[in-house]
């Protein structure tokens, strides 16, 4: 049997409210929109994590409006398990499950990575111009942006149609974006705050642009972003076992003390000397990067850790267990 399930058309799902289509699936789902042109085709993605349901809805809106396409579209509904928890659309991922934005690897050995490849096999077979991810966020301190796997002529082209900003991301996080730009020209766009009505426009807005930037629907010839792109993207996390305080001064009974207002620079670019946090120890974090470490971007100097470069922090949010679980993000202008 099938890890993943594949629907010829939107009938099964059209008229209905976003909870009653997502109890129509049971796995990850993809639907085939036939274009008059099967030579090429796009993938759209939505729903990865559970809680940003901003894509799948604008999916649902667009299934609706029947349009005729000059190519073949696909939609893949993720993360549907994650979804159907209660309550609907808050949940990013299975307690338990893996995160399905981190399965997307070349050796499957999970059940979940296995869906991921069986489900990549599947679009590696599809004549592919462009494909776009659609998520969504929970720091509300920070607008909607792009994230690209490359940054290539036609990438970047993109992009600019759909985000003021963009980050590089080629960190072999085992992301679907970094599996489809190893084939075709592979976007992501954040829309905004999970289950915000903001966020649900802007997926519908960016779909549309993504489909007259590549050609599916004619182009509207709309105008396209002056693009700011940060790249040299480096993961930290702070270590499972660190007890995290937030506050103006260090903390004597925490390993770990971060500035309470840690969230406002997030998006900004953070000057050398910049005051991050208190500790006795740069051990407080980590980072996988094969080539740097956290000395290069972090500096200890009595308990005072400061950042040491020019850098864009991108923190999905500022909570204790997402900077230790998922991890945050520094990036550099280009
Ligand atoms: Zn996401």
Known sequence: MSLFEYREGVTSICGLSDKEALFTMDK?????????????????????????????????????????YLF??????????AA???????????PGKEDFNRVWVDS???????????????????????FLDIHSYI???????GVIPKMDFKTKRLIQRLSPTA???????????????KRTTAVLVETGVNNSPEADAHAYTSLQNFF???????????????????????????????????????????????REDLDTLNHTLVQPGRIFGWSDSLDVFTT??????VDDYFSLQNGIIRVTKKVVPNFLNTEEKIMKRGGFYFFQEV
């Open 212 to 258: 007259h930037a590549i050609g599916i629907l004619e182009d509207s010839g709309e105008l396209s972003y002056q693009t700011k792109f940060y790249d040299r993207g480096i993961q930290f996390k702070i270590k499972e076992d660190v007890s995290v305080m937030w506050a103006t001064y260090k903390y004597k009974n925490y390993a770990l003390t971060l």
């Open 167 to 181: 980050f590089l991301v080629d960190m072999n996080l085992g992301s679907l974006l970094e599996k489809m730009g």
């Open 72 to 81: 073949d579209v696909y939609f893949s509904v993720g993360n549907v398990h």
């Open 108 to 130: 499957p050995k999970t059940e979940d990575q296995r869906t991921a490849a069986e489900m990549a096999a599947f679009f590696e077979r599809l004549p592919l111009i462009g």
């Open 139 to 145: 720091a509300k301190s920070i607008p909607p942006h």
């Open 84 to 94: 159907q928890l209660k309550p609907y659309f808050n949940q990013r991922d299975v």
């Open 28 to 68: 990850p789902t993809l639907f085939h929109l036939p274009g008059e042109d099967h030579s090429r085709a796009v993938l759209v993605s939505t729903l990865l994590h559970g809680r940003e349901p901003s894509g799948f809805r604008a999916f649902l809106k667009e299934a609706e409006e029947k349009r005729s």
């Open 288 to 293: 996988n990067d094969l080539h740097r470490s």
